[in-house]
């Protein structure tokens, strides 16, 4: 065999035709027979390939828009990484032939996290997705101006401030001549300027700034689509603060992907799964992942057990959340939460009980007045009960504060 040179062995990449392979040896790069490995996966590689192709597909809709969505991200953390790590408990699926042709079934996934008090939102009786942000006695109209609305969510609306950055996201579900699901997102935003005279509607457009019995709302009913308001602000410091938002669903579709049918496809579209004590052994009771239940909801999530499919549903249970913190203190104290299998958390800070539309935990959360905190863990749209922990100020006093800072 003639002398392959090794500037053109480090130019290759690892592979050369057909079942060979380059390995660097203590002799220098040579080329090799390559070890056959089974197309089957284990139990955990195949429910992450399943979970997490269809969290992709939604991720490119945004189309690089949700750069700094995720507040206290880690240094080397991206925001992909974020998306998929909020929205892994919450499983769609998807096959592989679906994913590489750049199918996607539009998602109730969370898509935001950060410390500005979240938008709420429900559907009225006619199906319009209805914010509760105020807007006092202001209609909006042709003639409404930026100026206009943004003094109304000011006055109306104790968080907002002017500079603020308030941004409509629209998602459509359709299907292609094949009958695949195809998915398009769309986003318009504001910057709230008390003197800015420009048509509202000349920025925004119309469909997601409406005025709905008082409230910013839409101007149609959800179907077959998805949206959802996000408020930013930018800090002296150069960082963006967000509002934690869940896209509202409305999908004719959206439950199908997530029986276990789906779940089904998707892991044998990835060459099946070659553990024993999983759903393709017939004498095995367990599953791959849980699947979340019911219709989609405006304030986070369904709840339901999963069905092994053929058999009576499985019994889920998900571990309450675990709080760690000086329950005593001075000044301040923090206290962070933790959740077993990957669970979201979600928690209150004002006595309430928690449930998947409070404020998701991303972050270890300072507490400088005495609160009491609820929290409870949500996988696969089964929540746990709820841990409660009061955590007490030794000094008097009451700086007029509500207490809590997102680090």
């Known amino acids: 065999m003639s002398k392959v040179s090794s500037t053109v062995l480090d130019q290759l990449s690892g592979k050369l035709g057909n079942g060979i392979v380059f390995r660097n040896t203590a002799y220098g790069t040579v080329m090799a027979k390559a070890n056959r490995k089974s197309g089957k996966r284990s139990q955990q590689q195949a429910e992450v ?5 269809n969290v992709s597909a939604n991720y490119r809709l945004y189309a690089g828009k949700l750069e700094q969505a995720f507040e206290g991200k880690g240094s080397g953390i991206s925001d992909f990484n974020q998306y998929v790590g909020v929205n892994y408990s919450n499983p769609v699926y998807i096959t592989k032939g679906m994913r590489v042709s750049g199918c996607c079934v539009l998602a109730d996934y969370t898509f935001t996290v950060g410390s500005l008090q979240p938008v709420g939102m429900s559907l009225n009786g006619s199906g319009i997705l209805v914010s509760d942000l105020s807007l006092g006695s202001l209609v909006i109209g042709e003639n409404t101006t930026v100026s206009d609305l943004s003094l109304a969510l000011i006055a109306q609306n104790e968080p907002w401030e002017e500079g603020d950055q308030l941004t409509f996201f629209y ?55 998805g949206a959802a308001w996000v408020h930013s602000r930018d800090k002296v410091s150069g960082d963006t603060l967000v509002s934690t938002q869940k896209l509202v669903v409305v999908s004719d579709i959206l439950d199908s992907y997530r029986t276990f049918a789906a779940m089904k496809a998707s892991a044998d579209s990835y060459g099946g799964i070659n553990s024993k004590k999983v759903y393709l052994n017939p004498n095995s009771s367990e599953g791959l992942g849980g699947l979340g239940g019911g219709t989609s909801q405006t304030g986070g999530g369904s709840t339901g057990n999963g069905s092994t499919g053929g058999g009576e549903p499985q019994t889920v249970t998900v571990t309450a959340p675990t709080f760690s913190g000086e329950t005593q203190f001075d000044s301040s104290t923090q206290v962070s939460m933790s959740a077993e299998n990957g669970a979201a958390i979600y928690y209150t800070l004002d006595g309430s009980e928690p449930t998947s539309a409070s404020t998701l935990y991303s972050a270890p959360v300072t507490l400088s007045e005495t ?33 809590l800072d997102k680090d």
Request: proline share 2%; hydrophobic share 35%.
């Open 49 to 53: 390939r399943c979970r997490i192709a």
């Open 371 to 403: 609160t009491t905190v609820k929290a409870v863990a949500v996988k696969d749209g089964v929540s746990s009960t709820v841990t409660s922990q009061t955590y007490t100020k030794s000094s008097a006093g009451d700086d007029g504060d509500d207490g």
């Open 171 to 225: 998602g459509s579900q359709y299907l292609d001549a094949q009958g695949m699901p195809r998915a398009t997102m769309v986003a318009k935003k504001v910057i709230l300027r008390v003197d800015d005279e420009t048509p509202l509607w000349e920025v925004v457009g119309s469909e997601g700034f409406q005025s709905v019995g008082g409230y910013l709302g839409m101007s149609e009913a959800l179907d077959n689509s």
